[in-house]
């Protein structure tokens, strides 16, 4: 096997492109994030828009119920 001597340039071209490659990946992991909020912000709009959709026919389900008891009430008395 063959052993390659490290000079001071390998060594400073090899610290340079470490540092592009982690400069990559900052820049990718930045982006991900990025894509992360927007989604859960989308995810969060979505489940306020049923929780609202719930409470509505709740609340129609509540008001039928009254509708329901108060036809009872007449229809006896």
Known sequence: ???TAWTDERIDDLAAS?????????EEIHGLREDSRQD???LRSELSAG????AQIGWGLVA??????????????
């Open 51 to 54: 929780q609202r959709q719930i």
């Open 18 to 26: 470490l540092e592009r490659n982690i400069n990559l990946l900052r």
């Open 64 to 77: 039928a119920l009254i509708a329901a008891i108060v036809a009872v009430i007449i229809a006896v008395l």
């Open 40 to 42: 859960f912000r989308e």
């Open 1 to 3: 096997m063959e052993r």
